[in-house]
């Protein structure tokens, strides 16, 4: 998960161990080290959000597409409110979007679904 805010970065990792406590969340704050993580590691999934300072979530898309290693891991884009013009790049992009969930219960919910969706 690449996201700059800690809280939100916080509810996500308390979700996903409550949905599978045998799943591990690695976490980037948002800019540059996210390539360097990412060189060592392919995910099943990257969570991007979408409005980083330095780095924005479009940006990592591109790359992680152009990366031989990392394009055919599922990018789920999730921020608070995606304009029309971003859920379209994003979906033309091959990525996934989610506006996050107002709740925990909702993003419970979410995790489920995509955990069970890829299963």
Do not use: H, W
């Not at 590691?41 to 990257?46: A, N, R, S, Y």
């Not at 990018?75 to 013009?85: C, G």
């Amino acid at each position: 998960m690449v996201d700059d805010d800690a809280d939100e970065v916080f509810l996500f990792e308390e979700a996903l161990r409550e949905v599978n406590s045998n799943s591990k969340l690695v976490t980037i704050g948002g800019g540059e080290p996210c390539f360097d993580v990412l060189e060592n590691i392919i995910p099943d999934f990257i969570f991007l959000d979408v409005n980083m300072p330095k780095v924005n979530g479009k940006d990592y898309l591109k790359a992680i597409k152009k990366n031989n290693n990392l394009s055919g891991v599922p990018v789920i884009m999730y921020s608070t409110s995606l304009s029309p013009a971003d859920k379209e790049f994003f979906r033309e992009s091959g990525a996934e979007f989610i506006t996050k969930p107002p709740s925990f219960k909702e993003l419970v919910s979410f995790i489920k679904q995509l955990l069970l969706k890829e299963l």
